[in-house]
Nanobody, 115 residues
Framework: VQLQAFGGGLVQAGGSLRLSCAAS????????TGWYRQAPGKQRELVAF???????NYADSAKGRFTISRDNAKNTVYLQMNSLKPEDTAVYYC??????????WGQGTLVTVSS
């Protein structure tokens, strides 16, 4: 499975961005797709994930502001981020848990939120 993440950019505090994670390869093996982020000097942390049944889960920092969704026809998972804060600044990575093999990671996409 290959993942390609895109959609990052520079936004002012209070603004919105939508990240996309496009999957290719053995799509049927994916059972969870998640978004992680890593801020400078900090550990990578889970932001949100969605299962292949559509169940979702969010980090406390994302609840009420971020929405994860999927478009199965496009093999793409989205992360809609609203009310962005400077502390949301990080490199965002998408991740896929599969029924076989280690997790797959996409390349990061940088989100910068200015105050």
């Amino acid at each position: 499975v290959q993942l390609q993440a895109f959609g990052g950019g520079l936004v002012q505090a209070g603004g919105s961005l939508r990240l996309s994670c496009a999957a290719s390869g053995n799509i049927a093996s994916i059972y969870v797709t998640g978004w992680y982020r890593q801020a400078p000097g900090k550990q990578r942390e889970l932001v949100a994930f969605i299962t292949n049944r559509g169940d979702t889960n969010y980090a406390d920092s994302a609840k009420g502001r971020f929405t994860i969704s999927r478009d199965n026809a496009k093999n793409t998972v989205y992360l809609q981020m609203n009310s962005l804060k400077p502390e949301d600044t990080a490199v965002y990575y998408c991740n896929a848990l599969k029924t076989l093999g280690p997790p797959s990671w996409g390349q990061g996409t940088l989100v910068t939120v200015s105050s």
